[in-house]
Nanobody
Framework: QVQLVESGGGLVQAGGSLRLSCAAS????????MGWFRQAPGKERELVAA????????YIAHSVKGRFTISRDNAKNTVYMQMNSLKPEDTAVYYC???????????????????WGQGTQVTVSS
């Protein structure tokens, strides 16, 4: 049974930082690309960052480029997203997702056939 468990969300002031973690189990982690999505109330789901299997090429959305980074530790079956210079508009539920080798890992729709975590709330106060 595949499980993705996010942690690290919370309440932070604008300009602050958070690091999200997503621990995966039940899959061969190194063979999966991992993505971080977010969804704010009334808004569409957005792929914020993704990291491929293998050497770990990365994708960062324009909206967070220069502020967010994504990394993975295959030995720990964990993917991270470091979020710096947070803004109130970053407030959302953040989800991690996994998609198997061979998928278009930087394409949001590819994750529809993958695995998803339950999400963690990030709230940035002004």
């Amino acid at each position: 049974q595949v499980q993705l468990v996010e942690s690290g969300g919370g309440l932070v002031q604008a300009g602050g930082s958070l690091r999200l973690s997503c621990a995966a189990s039940g899959l061969t982690f190194s063979s999966y690309a991992m993505g971080w999505f977010r969804q704010a109330p009334g808004k569409e789901r957005e792929l914020v960052a993704a990291i491929s299997w293998g050497v770990g090429a990365t994708y960062i959305a324009h909206s967070v480029k220069g502020r967010f980074t994504i990394s993975r530790d295959n030995a720990k079956n964990t993917v991270y997203m470091q979020m710096n210079s947070l803004k109130p508009e970053d407030t959302a539920v953040y989800y991690c997702a996994a998609v198997a080798y061979g998928s278009s890992w930087y394409t949001p729709d590819s994750y529809d056939n993958g695995y998803w975590g339950q999400g963690t709330q990030v709230t940035v106060s002004s």
